[in-house]
């Protein structure tokens, strides 16, 4: 069975300092890999993903992240965090060829001016 | 535009009661899936359904049920049978077996008083 952990439940970071949210997973088999990020009362939207190709996606907003299948962790990174970065953020797998998705505990990334 | 659309935003129901959550997607995604979300736990899948008139318990089924008559509807109704039924539920829907990225809905916060 598929799962997701997020071991950082909350992430203070100033503004204009680099952040990263990690994230590991466990498969027996190949799996897809996503970031989504959660506004406070508002559904998930997605970050970015990697189904296949380079290891390193990135989003439009800056952020990127790095699937590494070694160590089985996708986590995710910012150089620069802005004050409108705050938000949870969440880490999602999918076995490739089924239809569940599992979602990580959540990381709340907080931006302090 | 294309998307899922819940309703109430906000629901209050006195204890005992049942409710029922809706759901709706103008995407044309055969798969659609009800999430529970409280505070420091992530996203708990409950059911999901790939296909019109068929559906799946997930990991935390009971105490809620579904149906699915119509590709586009899929409501979650939260039995009195559902022991702490206060969260905020989210819907999403994907087209397609694994790897595709999930469209969530802006999510109902239920209360139970």
Redesign the interface.
Known sequence: AQSVTQLDSQVPVFEEAPVELRCNYSSSVSVYLFWYVQYPNQGLQLLLKYLSGSTLVESINGFEAEFNKSQTSFHLRKPSVHISDTAEYFCAVSEIGYQKVTFGTGTKLQVIP | DGG?T?SPKYLFRKEGQNVTLSCEQNLNHD?M?W?RQDP????R?IY?S?IVNDFQKGDIAEGYSVSREKKESFPLTVTSAQKNPTA?Y?C?S?QG??????F????T?LTVV
């Open positions: 899922i819940q798969a899936y999430y420091g736990q992530g996203l899948l999901y790939q905020f989210l999403a994907t077996v694994g790897g595709v990225e999930a969530f809905g802006q999510g916060r």
